[in-house]
């Protein structure tokens, strides 16, 4: 961006809607690659720690012009060139977990991922709010990732395909901070946006969020009973609800006998 510029709000709105004309459509494909290779390493992660791959789901998102806009407004319209300057997160992912301690192993798949690169951390550091919750209670890990793509440019009269990368925000929840924060979302955060605070309401969510917090650390216990009752019946030689395709197919041969 030239340190000459100093552009007005106008100026600034009429900037990032020509971006968004221009490259929306390019970054929804980029979430979109995000959101397959993330499902990959989720896939990789719920096989290494025997859980069902529903356990893990991911969503991506591109963040939308009057969102953006939005943002721009509550921050005094700071100055760019392109919005991934002044918002981190114009594109995003979110991973969900059926627990809370998922979100630290699926943390360091991300960090030994081929697929992208975890940004630098002096830069962007790792925000472990699961660790240290906010004062209204969120909890979720956010880490930003370089992730590449191929980007369609004009050269003069040409249109060529060249490497790029851009800045994407992942967050990592568990099933409940996922439903704490898209309701506090809606009631809390968007009202605090527009300068409405009030400790009373901050107090309240965040002792909903750390009930929220023991029975995610309830739902680990029943995991981790259910597996050694699993565990056990292997053990045994029980395996209740299922065959094993030996004797499925024993029993199909002695039908074509009959």
């Known amino acids: 961006m030239s340190g000459t510029e100093n552009l007005t709000p106008p100026q600034l709105r009429d900037r990032a809607t020509r971006f968004y004309a221009r490259y929306e459509a390019e970054l929804e494909q980029v979430a979109e690659l995000l959101r397959i290779q993330l499902r990959q390493l989720c896939l990789a992660y719920t096989i290494t720690h025997r859980l069902p791959p529903e356990a893990v789901q991911v969503t991506t998102r591109v963040k939308k012009l009057p969102s953006f806009l939005k943002k721009l407004e509550n921050e005094g319209w700071p100055q760019f060139y392109y919005p991934i300057e002044v918002v981190k997160d114009l594109i995003g992912a979110r991973i969900t977990c059926w627990f809370v301690d998922d979100c630290r192993g699926l943390l360091n798949f991300i960090r030994r991922s081929s697929h992208f690169r975890v940004a630098d951390e002096t830069l962007h550091p790792v925000k472990d709010y699961i660790a240290n919750p906010q004062p209204a209670g969120y909890r979720a890990i956010h880490v930003f990732a370089e992730v590449p793509y191929d980007g369609v440019r004009r050269v003069g009269e040409k249109v060529v395909v060249s490497p790029e990368n851009i800045l994407c925000e992942i967050q990592i929840r568990s099933k409940l901070q996922d439903a704490w924060g898209d309701?506090?979302?809606?009631?809390?955060?968007?009202?605090?946006?527009?300068?409405?605070?009030?400790?009373?309401?901050?107090?309240?969510?965040?002792?909903?969020?750390?009930?929220?917090?023991?029975?995610?650390?309830?739902?680990?216990?029943?995991?981790?009973?259910?597996?050694?009752?699993?565990?056990?019946?292997?053990?045994?030689?029980?395996?209740?609800?299922?065959?094993?395709?030996?004797?499925?197919?024993?029993?199909?041969m002695d039908g074509d006998k009959e």
């Open 183 to 252: 309701i506090t979302h809606e009631f809390f955060y968007k009202v605090k946006s527009t300068g409405v605070r009030d400790g009373r309401l901050e107090q309240f969510l965040a002792d909903v969020a750390g009930r929220l917090a023991l029975e995610d650390s309830t739902l680990m216990k029943f995991r981790d009973t259910y597996r050694a009752m699993a565990d056990e019946k292997l053990r045994d030689g029980q395996r209740e609800g299922f065959k094993d395709d030996d004797e499925e197919a024993n029993k199909a």
